[in-house]
């Protein structure tokens, strides 16, 4: 199956720094999603990016299919963007759109 | 709208005992998923419906059922309960246009 690399593994951060994590995945992808998982485990999409780029606010996420990575960036950041950071990839966005997980990156944002 | 709901938010087993886990979701959405989230690792993809009346595995089927029985609903059975499916369970749901999937609020199952 398909596989999804995060990196790096964790990340500590002081309030008002940027930072970029990373998702590399071994195939080629129709669907790809970012998501925040906060402290209290909810799962919050952030964006949907199989290709391209897509800015909200002071998060950003930039695709590139053809070599197999995502990128978010994360501006100016607060502590309430603490928690886990998920990329998720499917071969389709169709009937098989079923998404395969990384390990999740552990953000720490510190006042 | 209340998007994806999940009954219940927390349930404590005993090893051997049954439960069913509802999904429900007021989006329309053709697909519906249910995931597992242990701890240190990412979600991972137990059983999914691509429509009413159909159901398929994922990739970490064994010990679950489910049913597909209304399009707004998504049932994961547990017939007898093991330690190993101590676990926080996500459902999602996603439409048959675009591919982007939204999560319920989990349920955190305990077998003891």
């Known amino acids: 199956g398909i596989q999804v690399e995060q990196s790096p593994p964790d990340l500590i951060l002081q309030e008002g720094a940027n930072s970029t994590l990373r998702c590399n995945f071994s195939d080629s992808v129709n669907n790809l999603q970012w998501f925040h998982q906060n402290p209290w485990g909810q799962l919050i999409n952030l964006f949907y990016?199989?290709?391209g780029t897509k800015q909200n606010g002071r998060l950003s996420a930039t695709t590139v299919a053809t070599e197999r990575y995502s990128l978010l960036y994360i501006s100016s950041s607060q502590t309430t963007d603490s928690g886990v950071y998920f990329c998720?990839?499917?071969?389709?966005?169709?009937?098989?759109?079923?998404?395969?997980f990384g390990k999740g990156i552990t953000l720490s944002v510190r006042p | 709208n209340a998007g994806v709901t999940q009954t219940p938010k927390f349930r404590v087993l005993k090893t051997g005992q049954s439960m069913t886990l509802l999904c429900a979701q007021d989006?329309?959405?053709?697909?519906m998923y249910w995931y597992r989230q242990d701890p240190g690792m990412g979600l991972r993809l137990i059983h999914y419906?691509?429509?009413?009346?159909?159901?398929a595995k994922g990739e970490v089927p064994d010990g679950y059922n489910v049913s597909r029985l209304k399009k707004q609903n998504f049932l994961l059975g547990l017939e007898s309960a093991a330690p190993s499916q101590t676990s926080v369970y996500f459902c999602?749901?996603?439409?048959?246009?675009?591919?982007?999937?939204?999560f319920g609020p989990g349920t955190r199952l305990t077998v003891l």
């Open positions: 990016i199989p290709s």
């Open positions: 989006m329309n959405h053709e697909y």
């Open positions: 999602a749901s996603s439409s048959r246009e675009v591919g982007e999937q939204f």
């Open positions: 419906s691509v429509g009413e009346g159909t159901t």
């Open positions: 998720a990839v499917g071969l389709s966005t169709g009937a098989n759109s079923k998404l395969t």
